[in-house]
């Protein structure tokens, strides 16, 4: 049921960091558990209307301008 190289790259990732190699195998069920998941509903993710496309020369001014006006507020 497991790749033998699997299986020794977990019993050696288990003696290296002195866990239980159940404990290995308990996190990478999970995450395939957390991976499996859908949701039903669509999400209400944002959008914003930037009125043209945007390309590197727009968001590089954009990140330089932020970080002109912030250099003004920080205090060490």
Known sequence: ???ERDLELIKAAAAREGRPE???FREAFHLAA???Q???DE???PTFD???PVGQAGVERAV???INEGEGSVRE
């Open 64 to 66: 330089s301008e932020g």
């Open 43 to 45: 999400w209400d993710i």
């Open 34 to 36: 957390l991976r499996s």
């Open 50 to 52: 930037f009125g043209g």
């Open 38 to 40: 859908r949701w039903a």
């Open 22 to 24: 159940s404990e290995l």
């Open 1 to 3: 049921m497991v790749d």
